[in-house]
Structure formats: structure tokens, C-alpha cells
């Protein structure tokens, strides 16, 4: 009876630690803002650091700053340009995806299938975790030696 209990208390808490957090369009804005923000600033930071680097003049900053722009505008233009066809691409992928899982639910039997669907979906977390860990060692670490003062 212990054991059943403390399963039980487990599996809850379990539940509990595994609910998604609901995230309202106010938090979404703010966490938009805060990314603009910081881009902003590295931008900032890597001009100043060009600019000490090369010894630029206010002119060549001038113009590097308008080349910036310049490229920045022609990419957005670019991936808008090409937003439709990426939204097709994903549409035919949902629907392969839907078509696979109705095939596979006619070959397997109930319970193959949702093992089969469990399988997929741990295989699924798992990768997503892969890409989280891999952008995470893609961040920059400090390993330059503390200057002497």
C-alpha cells in the first residue's frame, strides 16, 4: 500500500514538473523587446570594438554603419521574399507526417502503435534537448586570460 502511494505521490509530482507554462502575447512582446534590445547593443559594442580595432574615422563608421543597414534590409527582404514557400514546405510536411501516422495506424495494432508513438515522441525530446545543448556550446565562452593591472 506504501508503494502505491508513494507511485502515486511520484507520479504526480512528476506531472506537476513536467506542465508547460502558458505564455500570453505581453510576454512574448517583452521577450521581443529585450532580444531587439540586445542586438542592438552587440552591434553597438562590436562597432566600438571595430572601430578601436582599425582606428576607424567618424566617416568610415559613417559608412559602415549605412553597409550594415543596407545588408541587414536586403536579407529581411529576402526571407520574406521567401516565407511563402517556406510555409508551403512545412504544410506538405505536416501533411506527410499526418499521411505516415494514418498508414502506420492501419499496419500496427493498438498497442504497437502507441508504443510506437511514445518511441517517436522520446526520440523527438531527445533531439530537441541535442539542438538546446548544441546552442548552448555555440555561445562564446570567456577564455582569454585576465589582464594584468
Known amino acids: 500500500m506504501k508503494k502505491l502511494v508513494l507511485a ?4 504526480g509530482i512528476g506531472g506537476f ?6 505564455v500570453t502575447p505581453e510576454d512574448k512582446q517583452a521577450r521581443r523587446a529585450e532580444m531587439h534590445q540586445k542586438r542592438q547593443q552587440k552591434e553597438q559594442e562590436h562597432m ?6 582599425l582606428n576607424l574615422t567618424q566617416a568610415q563608421v559613417a559608412q559602415i ?3 550594415h543597414e543596407t545588408r541587414k534590409s536586403e536579407m529581411k527582404a ?3 521574399k521567401h516565407k511563402e514557400a517556406r ?3 512545412m504544410e506538405d510536411m505536416k501533411a506527410k507526417r499526418a499521411q505516415m501516422d494514418a498508414d502506420m495506424k492501419k499496419i500496427l495494432t493498438p498497442d504497437q502503435y502507441d508504443k510506437w508513438q511514445a518511441d517517436r515522441k522520446a526520440k523527438m525530446e531527445q ?4 539542438m538546446k545543448d548544441r546552442k548552448m556550446m555555440k555561445k562564446p565562452m ?5 589582464e594584468a593591472k
Not at 502515486?8 to 507520479?11: E, F
Not at 514538473?17 to 502558458?22: L, R, S, V
Open 17 to 22: 514538473a513536467m506542465a508547460q507554462q502558458t
Open 87 to 89: 510555409q508551403a514546405k
Open 78 to 80: 529576402d526571407f520574406d
Open 142 to 146: 570567456d577564455t582569454a586570460a585576465p
Open 127 to 130: 533531439r530537441r534537448v541535442a
Open 48 to 53: 566600438d570594438q571595430m572601430q578601436k580595432d
Open 65 to 67: 554603419k549605412n553597409l
Open 8 to 11: 502515486i505521490a511520484l507520479i
